[in-house]
């Protein structure tokens, strides 16, 4: 049986799509899908289920287009801060303005792609009865039809919330077509019983470019964790209407992602290596053992910019910020507001306080500052506008090597799906969460399953031969403990229990730049993580960058030939001083940052995207409602 299964590069077989945004689930179908002479082999079913693929596999995107997730993937996260364009809807997912813009009502790709891909399973699951196949297959291409369709429902309540759900093929004349939205718990437990039937009748093995069981839980313990957090953090809905929601169907949702994991965590297949860079730099993942689903890429085939950009070239695109690089725990696992080994107290130069730090980030961010607005500064490597310049997407040996694959030329680095490692924390942070709602209770062996595996990894810092591990943590008395002392968090939200908040900063340090903290902020309803600024005024970190001081940088200026400042800081220690030459980078300054105000609707409904108004209007026209999201009305 073989243990790697992929998407490949291209999706050559794609089909084309059969609905938009005006008229989903309406268009008369293509000749081939409701032609019974179509619906005969499983080949047949193999290529159409195809066009499933590239909606929800992007890997680092193709070519020189955006990177589909990863580095930039978190934009305007407490992660990750783009330059551009940074107080326009075009900024990025997790970004919310300061007012209301009709700019959010207009943007329909999440709408209609997705009830596109839910009528393509849909006429799949109509077929499948009468084809001239064996029981074990009409059950496996039931599976699969069933995971994309749970996939696309799942995507669209992320961005909506309750959205109307069908499941058969419509005729353009039933007024079903035109149902009001159901409600979120409602389609989740579509979902949940999508995943299952998947989970159970999907093969573990259909070849390596096709979806198997393993995929499916997998995928199955992502999905069902953001619906079931959603749905205890936020209710029914957003703002003044939302209502509690039972613990019984909060359970039902995070058995279900306990289930997709254990799938996984069983088959004996995936462990976590001693890797980690190179997770996202290699140009073969068949063999590794924690890549549970991949993207290939192929020179002379289709390749990705991700690499190059992470190179010699300026990251324009944005940095890290400060707020996650002080997430980062010290070697003797404990945070650097209580490690005696945090070298960055006095001062929080970068060359102080990377020492001792989570060897993870040395395979995350470069030890050294490479600022873009730095006069007179000159690096061979990329550059930030954080001064934090990437390394987790850039290969060391080909770069030392100056492979044309980080100085320009599109790379074959393919691109990790989803991987063991993030199966591990959506189960422990299920386990967790269940235990709390009437599941049976958190133990040290969930840990042990989890988050210790991930702390068993040996790594090396940059630069060093000596590979470091992370030391396992023990559950003790409602508290985490690191060797027999307990973590105590001065930075720790004081709405999260100890245990809840050091799963998740194991998650955020694990999954960086890889498109989940923004997700994760959102079904946690801690969107006031992002705000751009303290209680008192200040810049909160979320929104600085690297610490400088100017005197410590030779041939450095921050300012340019004209006497115009060019480089701006924040100094903790004299807040007011806006011509500082040390401190935090500052470099999205206005007043038109956000500042998230909790329990507010203003504030509350970025939590889900406006119901697209073509949409409305298209109802409106039939004589139909569908109804819009608190605050967008």
Same mark, same amino acid.
Request: charged share 25%.
């Given at each position: 049986m073989k243990k790697k299964h992929l998407l490949y590069s291209a999706c050559l077989l794609a089909l084309t799509s059969l609905c938009s945004c005006e008229d989903f689930l309406n268009k008369e179908p293509l000749e081939k899908q409701t032609n019974d002479s179509y619906w005969q082999t499983e080949t047949s079913l193999r290529t159409y289920a195809q066009d499933f693929y590239s909606s929800y596999f992007k890997g680092y995107g193709t070519d020189y287009t955006v990177f589909a997730g990863y580095f930039s993937g978190d934009d305007y996260t407490d992660d990750f801060i783009n330059l551009n364009n940074a107080n326009t809807y075009s900024a990025g997912y997790i970004y919310f303005p300061t007012s209301a813009t009709t700019d959010w009502n207009s943007k329909t790709a999440i709408w209609s792609d997705n009830y596109s891909i839910i009528y393509k399973a849909n006429v799949m699951l109509e077929k499948i009865p009468g084809m001239s196949i064996s029981e074990e297959a009409k059950n496996?291409?039931?599976?699969?039809?069933?995971?994309?369709?749970?996939?696309? /429902?799942?995507?669209?309540?992320?961005?909506?919330?309750?959205?109307?759900?069908?499941?058969?093929?419509?005729?353009?004349?039933?007024?079903? =077509?035109?149902?009001? !939205?159901?409600?979120?718990?409602?389609?989740?437990?579509?979902?949940?019983?999508?995943?299952?039937?998947?989970?159970?009748?999907?093969?573990? @093995?259909?070849?390596?470019? %096709?979806?198997?069981r393993y995929v499916v839980g997998a995928y199955m313990s992502r999905e069902l964790l953001y619906q079931a957090t959603w749905l205890k953090y936020h209710g029914t809905t957003v703002g003044p209407t939302s209502e509690p929601v039972a613990d019984s169907e909060i359970k039902a949702l995070l058995q279900g992602?306990?289930? #997709?994991?254990?799938?996984?965590?069983?088959?004996?297949?995936?462990?976590?290596?001693?890797t980690y860079n190179a997770l996202f730099t290699t140009d073969d993942l068949y063999n590794n053992p924690e890549v549970i689903w991949y993207r290939e890429y192929t020179t002379g085939l289709q390749c990705n910019a991700l690499m190059s950009y992470n190179g010699p070239e300026t990251q324009t695109q944005g940095g890290v910020t400060q707020n996650v690089i002080e997430s980062y725990?010290?070697?003797?696992?404990?945070?650097?507001?209580?490690?005696?080994?945090?070298?960055?107290? @006095?001062?929080?130069?970068?060359?102080?306080?990377?020492?001792?730090?989570?060897?993870?980030?040395?395979?995350?961010?470069?030890?050294?500052?490479?600022?873009?607005?730095?006069?007179?500064?000159?690096?061979?490597?990329?550059?930030?506008?954080?001064?934090?310049?990437?390394?987790?997407?850039?290969?060391?040996?080909? &770069?030392?090597?100056r492979s044309a694959f980080c100085t320009g030329i599109l790379s074959p680095a393919d691109a990790p799906c989803i991987r063991y490692a993030e199966v591990l924390l959506n189960y422990v942070e299920a386990r967790y969460e269940i235990a709390r709602v009437g599941g049976n209770a958190?133990?040290?062996? @969930?840990?042990?399953?989890?988050?210790?595996?991930? !702390?068993?990894?040996?790594?090396?810092?940059?630069?060093?031969?000596?590979?470091?591990?992370?030391?396992?943590? %023990?559950?003790?008395?409602?508290?985490?403990?690191?060797?027999?002392?307990?973590?105590?968090d001065p930075a720790r939200d004081?709405?999260?229990?100890?245990?809840? &908040?050091?799963?998740?900063?194991?998650? !955020?340090?694990?999954?960086?730049?890889?498109?989940?903290?923004?997700?994760?902020?959102?079904? &946690?309803?801690?969107?006031? /993580?992002?705000?751009?600024?303290?209680?008192?005024?200040?810049?909160?970190?979320?929104?600085?960058?690297?610490?400088?001081?100017?005197? @410590?940088?030779? #041939?450095?200026?921050?300012?340019?030939?004209?006497?115009?400042?060019?480089?701006?800081?924040?100094?903790?220690e004299d807040p007011t001083n806006t011509d500082?030459?040390?401190?935090?980078?500052?470099?999205?300054?206005?007043?038109? =940052?956000?500042?998230?105000?909790?329990?507010? =609707?203003?504030?509350?409904?970025?939590?889900?995207?406006?119901?697209?108004a073509s949409q409305i209007t298209i109802y409106e026209d039939k004589g139909y409602t569908l109804t819009q999201n608190p605050g967008w009305e």
């Amino acid at each position: 049986m073989k243990k790697k299964h992929l998407l490949y590069s291209a999706c050559l077989l794609a089909l084309t799509s059969l609905c938009s945004c005006e008229d989903f689930l309406n268009k008369e179908p293509l000749e081939k899908q409701t032609n019974d002479s179509y619906w005969q082999t499983e080949t047949s079913l193999r290529t159409y289920a195809q066009d499933f693929y590239s909606s929800y596999f992007k890997g680092y995107g193709t070519d020189y287009t955006v990177f589909a997730g990863y580095f930039s993937g978190d934009d305007y996260t407490d992660d990750f801060i783009n330059l551009n364009n940074a107080n326009t809807y075009s900024a990025g997912y997790i970004y919310f303005p300061t007012s209301a813009t009709t700019d959010w009502n207009s943007k329909t790709a999440i709408w209609s792609d997705n009830y596109s891909i839910i009528y393509k399973a849909n006429v799949m699951l109509e077929k499948i009865p009468g084809m001239s196949i064996s029981e074990e297959a009409k059950n496996h291409w039931t599976g699969v039809a069933r995971y994309f369709r749970a996939m696309a /429902y799942s995507y669209l309540l992320k961005a909506y919330g309750g959205v109307p759900y069908i499941d058969k093929v419509i005729d353009p004349a039933d007024e079903a =077509l035109y149902k009001d !939205r159901d409600p979120y718990l409602f389609v989740a437990q579509k979902v949940l019983e999508d995943f299952q039937f998947a989970l159970a009748n999907v093969r573990t @093995d259909d070849t390596k470019r %096709q979806v198997n069981r393993y995929v499916v839980g997998a995928y199955m313990s992502r999905e069902l964790l953001y619906q079931a957090t959603w749905l205890k953090y936020h209710g029914t809905t957003v703002g003044p209407t939302s209502e509690p929601v039972a613990d019984s169907e909060i359970k039902a949702l995070l058995q279900g992602a306990i289930d #997709g994991a254990n799938v996984v965590m069983n088959s004996g297949l995936y462990h976590i290596g001693n890797t980690y860079n190179a997770l996202f730099t290699t140009d073969d993942l068949y063999n590794n053992p924690e890549v549970i689903w991949y993207r290939e890429y192929t020179t002379g085939l289709q390749c990705n910019a991700l690499m190059s950009y992470n190179g010699p070239e300026t990251q324009t695109q944005g940095g890290v910020t400060q707020n996650v690089i002080e997430s980062y725990l010290c070697t003797d696992g404990l945070p650097i507001g209580q490690s005696r080994l945090y070298q960055g107290k @006095d001062d929080p130069s970068i060359w102080n306080s990377f020492q001792n730090r989570d060897p993870r980030l040395y395979q995350t961010v470069a030890d050294s500052l490479r600022i873009t607005s730095a006069i007179g500064v000159k690096y061979a490597e990329g550059t930030s506008p954080t001064g934090y310049a990437t390394k987790k997407f850039l290969n060391d040996e080909w &770069w030392e090597a100056r492979s044309a694959f980080c100085t320009g030329i599109l790379s074959p680095a393919d691109a990790p799906c989803i991987r063991y490692a993030e199966v591990l924390l959506n189960y422990v942070e299920a386990r967790y969460e269940i235990a709390r709602v009437g599941g049976n209770a958190f133990t040290q062996d @969930d840990l042990d399953k989890s988050i210790n595996q991930l !702390r068993k990894r040996q790594l090396t810092a940059w630069g060093e031969t000596e590979a470091k591990t992370m030391p396992a943590i %023990q559950l003790a008395s409602g508290n985490i403990q690191v060797n027999g002392v307990t973590i105590n968090d001065p930075a720790r939200d004081p709405e999260v229990d100890p245990v809840l &908040w050091e799963i998740r900063r194991e998650r !955020r340090i694990e999954l960086i730049m890889e498109g989940r903290r923004g997700e994760d902020l959102r079904r &946690w309803a801690k969107f006031e /993580y992002l705000n751009s600024e303290n209680a008192d005024g200040t810049p909160s970190k979320t929104f600085l960058g690297a610490y400088v001081n100017v005197a @410590d940088y030779e #041939g450095m200026s921050s300012k340019n030939e004209n006497g115009e400042r060019v480089l701006f800081l924040f100094d903790p220690e004299d807040p007011t001083n806006t011509d500082s030459d040390k401190g935090y980078i500052n470099y999205l300054r206005g007043d038109d =940052l956000r500042v998230f105000k909790k329990g507010e =609707l203003n504030s509350e409904r970025y939590y889900l995207r406006a119901i697209p108004a073509s949409q409305i209007t298209i109802y409106e026209d039939k004589g139909y409602t569908l109804t819009q999201n608190p605050g967008w009305e």
